[in-house]
């Protein structure tokens, strides 16, 4: 859906370049089937991978645990030396007043819609809102988000935070911040949305975006020795093992990362672990990410108030998009590249922009050394690319 999002703002983008198209139309119902069609041929070609490797056996059937490296699937009885517990987690529903009477959308269920709706509420202001927000202003719905903190996406940094707020609300995107759902209910074929501020809003749809459950129900843990913590995430050590070192668990489950290319890192690890006497130790310190927002974003290290907040010693350099040569030709008004840093080390970089899911990945490998700064001076970029978005950092840092 993101992907044709950006195409069809293209299209409509294109005559400022002097192309011109005629008749551009969107077709919701396709633009879903696509992504449906992704997910389902995702699933299949997974399924039918798994089956071609050798001494594999995938049972599709639920299970749980017997006791430490035995489960149980059906009456039919597993057992191994090792286990691996990866079931992810589930969308959690907040506690509001009537939500069980109104028919709610979840990121698990909103490929279901049958038409674009003509408005659409967001409950929590985290990516995952923000990404399909996105889409359906685009395509014509009228948006509302709603968060129960001052900013959307707070955890990001704070001025990528400032920045997409500021975007949104310029494409028309109503933001809502520091308040909850109070209570729902549904009137003449509308859901009626009432806040803690006393806001009132009657929507088409309504999206809760609101957070993960760890998906433990029914797995039986305590008979494994498993344990979890207060949150239902299952407590592993640094080298991914639980409370029985033969029982490993990855992924959002492990409440740590909730990002797919982190869970297929701790995958590796685990393999390597089971296998091997000396084992290897995970780190989540400077897992980068994207979010598919307009404009992306892109984050790899700390932000700003984590360094507040440690009293650790930093400055930071800005580099916007309209000063850079590719971004003036492309006409991209957005975007900026924050660089935070020390004398000696790059501590963290944060990007809103055109291709930011990219460019991050500059900064990925740097960020890990210890004479970063050193080497990120020397650093000769392209012209014209989007990636002299850090020249122009190295200008105010000095090449030298």
Same mark, same amino acid.
């Given at each position: 859906m993101i992907y044709a999002t950006n195409l069809y703002k293209s299209a409509l983008k294109a005559k400022d370049f002097g192309i011109h198209i005629d008749n551009i139309t969107l077709d919701f119902n396709k633009v879903l089937n696509y992504a449906d069609e992704l997910v389902h041929n995702g699933i299949q070609g997974n399924e039918k991978q798994i089956a071609l490797y050798k001494n594999v056996d995938y049972i599709k059937k639920n299970?749980?645990?017997?006791? @430490?490296?035995? %489960?149980? %699937?059906?009456?039919?009885?597993? +057992?191994?030396?090792?286990?691996?517990?990866? /079931?992810? /987690?589930?969308?959690?529903?907040?506690? !509001?007043?009537? !939500?069980n009477e109104v028919d709610y959308l979840t990121h698990e269920n909103i490929f279901d819609l049958k038409k674009l709706p003509k408005s659409i509420l967001f409950v929590g202001g985290g990516f995952i809102s923000l990404e399909f927000a996105?889409?359906?202003? +685009?395509?014509?719905?009228?948006?509302?988000? #709603? @968060?129960?903190?001052?900013?959307? #996406?707070?955890?990001?940094?704070?001025?990528?935070?400032?920045? !997409?707020?500021?975007?949104y609300k310029e494409d028309g995107i109503e933001f809502y911040p520091n308040q909850r759902t109070a209570k729902v209910h549904e009137s003449s074929g509308e859901i009626v949305v009432e806040t803690t501020k006393g806001n009132v809003f009657k929507v088409e749809k309504l999206m809760l975006s609101t957070g993960f459950i760890p998906n433990t129900q029914g797995l039986k843990l305590?008979?494994?020795?498993?344990? +979890?913590?207060?949150?239902?995430? #299952?407590? %592993?050590?640094?080298?991914?093992? /639980?409370?029985?070192?033969? #029982?490993?668990? !990855?992924?959002?489950?492990?409440?740590?990362?909730?990002?797919t290319h982190m869970a297929l890192r701790e995958s590796k690890m685990v393999i390597h672990n089971i296998f091997n006497k000396d084992k290897v130790p995970i780190s989540f310190e400077n897992i980068p990410y994207a979010a598919f927002t307009d404009p992306p974003i892109g984050s790899v290290g700390k932000t700003t108030q984590e360094?507040?907040? /440690?009293g650790e010693e930093y400055k930071v350099l800005i580099s916007t998009y309209p000063t850079n040569s590719r971004g003036n030709l492309m006409k991209l008004k957005r975007g900026l590249i924050k660089l935070i840093y020390n004398e000696n080390k790059i501590l963290g970089c944060h990007i809103i922009g055109e291709s930011a899911d990219i460019l991050i990945h500059e900064i990925v490998p740097l960020i890990h050394l210890p004479n970063s700064i050193e080497i990120f001076r020397k650093l000769i970029h392209a012209h014209p690319t989007l990636s002299e978005l850090y020249r122009n950092i190295q200008d105010q840092l000095g090449f030298f």
């Amino acid at each position: 859906m993101i992907y044709a999002t950006n195409l069809y703002k293209s299209a409509l983008k294109a005559k400022d370049f002097g192309i011109h198209i005629d008749n551009i139309t969107l077709d919701f119902n396709k633009v879903l089937n696509y992504a449906d069609e992704l997910v389902h041929n995702g699933i299949q070609g997974n399924e039918k991978q798994i089956a071609l490797y050798k001494n594999v056996d995938y049972i599709k059937k639920n299970g749980h645990c017997l006791n @430490e490296d035995s %489960v149980e %699937v059906e009456n039919e009885v597993y +057992t191994a030396s090792n286990m691996l517990i990866s /079931t992810g /987690t589930f969308p959690r529903i907040p506690p !509001i007043e009537g !939500i069980n009477e109104v028919d709610y959308l979840t990121h698990e269920n909103i490929f279901d819609l049958k038409k674009l709706p003509k408005s659409i509420l967001f409950v929590g202001g985290g990516f995952i809102s923000l990404e399909f927000a996105n889409v359906f202003n +685009t395509f014509g719905s009228k948006v509302y988000i #709603i @968060e129960s903190n001052p900013h959307l #996406i707070h955890r990001a940094d704070e001025m990528i935070s400032s920045e !997409i707020e500021k975007y949104y609300k310029e494409d028309g995107i109503e933001f809502y911040p520091n308040q909850r759902t109070a209570k729902v209910h549904e009137s003449s074929g509308e859901i009626v949305v009432e806040t803690t501020k006393g806001n009132v809003f009657k929507v088409e749809k309504l999206m809760l975006s609101t957070g993960f459950i760890p998906n433990t129900q029914g797995l039986k843990l305590e008979a494994a020795g498993v344990k +979890t913590d207060a949150r239902g995430n #299952i407590i %592993v050590n640094k080298f991914l093992q /639980t409370s029985q070192p033969n #029982i490993y668990a !990855i992924g959002d489950i492990i409440g740590k990362s909730q990002f797919t290319h982190m869970a297929l890192r701790e995958s590796k690890m685990v393999i390597h672990n089971i296998f091997n006497k000396d084992k290897v130790p995970i780190s989540f310190e400077n897992i980068p990410y994207a979010a598919f927002t307009d404009p992306p974003i892109g984050s790899v290290g700390k932000t700003t108030q984590e360094l507040d907040e /440690t009293g650790e010693e930093y400055k930071v350099l800005i580099s916007t998009y309209p000063t850079n040569s590719r971004g003036n030709l492309m006409k991209l008004k957005r975007g900026l590249i924050k660089l935070i840093y020390n004398e000696n080390k790059i501590l963290g970089c944060h990007i809103i922009g055109e291709s930011a899911d990219i460019l991050i990945h500059e900064i990925v490998p740097l960020i890990h050394l210890p004479n970063s700064i050193e080497i990120f001076r020397k650093l000769i970029h392209a012209h014209p690319t989007l990636s002299e978005l850090y020249r122009n950092i190295q200008d105010q840092l000095g090449f030298f």
